[in-house]
């Protein structure tokens, strides 16, 4: 595809429930971010992927937050047990292969927790 | 807190003028990015600046880095009303084997309004 593309693009969901978010990088880009964009907190990095491991989690806010990359390319990003805490935008990115290359940002999905 | 400290907070300008943006940051770099978003959703990539390089141009942005006074300044010439958005600085920084991967830290965001 000509961007990265994100899915859904709003989510509303009840607190308690899981939700799964899901990016689809600009094909042949190893690197893989997530990113969340909150009122409170800005833009916060999340996980980083190369390939289909996730070398640097230590965004993930909580044991609630998992992510994977299958085939080096779609990650999805799953919130467990939501809370309203979790509402944000979240963004997705990729890059050729990380490190001095810039980022491609997806739209992103934004969640609601009521 | 975030990494990237950028004023002002808010600008405001007439159509034509020049746009002065200002990030500031706590450590090391291997790149210093910037970026514009617009209705809080996607972000647009704008220009990258090595710490190595100390000016970069790109149509009509200039983007300053001085590594010695960790700043960076976004200069937007000949301003445009469609120039509206929210103008973010990321830094990558490095981690403890001197490499990067590309984990950006956000400043909070400097909102840009160029009146018509």
């Known amino acids: 595809g000509a961007g990265v593309s994100q899915s859904p693009s709003n989510k509303v969901t009840e607190k308690g429930k899981d939700v799964e978010l899901r990016c689809d990088p600009i094909?042949?880009?190893?690197?893989l971010y997530w990113y969340r964009q909150s009122l409170g907190q800005g833009l916060e990095f999340l996980i980083y992927?190369?390939?289909?491991?996730?070398?640097?989690k230590s965004g993930l806010p909580s044991d609630r937050f998992s992510a994977e990359r299958t085939g080096g390319s779609v990650s999805t990003l799953t919130i467990q047990r939501t809370q309203q805490e979790d509402s944000a935008v979240y963004l997705c990115?990729?890059?050729?292969?990380?490190?001095?290359?810039?980022?491609?940002f997806g739209p992103g999905t934004r969640l609601t927790v009521t | 807190s975030q990494q990237g400290e950028e004023d002002p907070q808010a600008l405001s300008i007439q159509e034509g003028e020049n746009a002065t943006m200002n990030c500031s940051y706590k450590?090391?770099?291997?790149?210093l990015q910037w970026y514009r978003q617009n209705s809080g959703r996607g972000l647009v990539h704008l220009i990258l600046?090595?710490?190595?390089?100390r000016e970069k141009h790109s149509g009509r942005l200039r983007v300053t880095l001085d590594t010695s006074k960790k700043s960076s300044s976004l200069l937007i010439t000949a301003s445009r009303a469609a120039d509206t958005a929210s103008y973010f600085c990321?830094?990558?920084?490095?981690?403890?084997?001197?490499?990067?991967?590309?984990?950006?830290?956000f400043g909070q965001g400097t909102i840009l309004t160029v009146h018509p």
């Open positions: 990321a830094t990558d920084g490095v981690n403890a084997g001197g490499t990067s991967y590309g984990k950006l830290t």
């Open positions: 600046i090595r710490s190595n390089e």
């Open positions: 094909s042949g880009h190893t690197a």
């Open positions: 990115a990729s890059s050729h292969q990380g490190g001095v290359y810039e980022q491609y």
């Open positions: 992927f190369q390939g289909n491991s996730a070398p640097d």
């Open positions: 450590t090391s770099i291997n790149n």
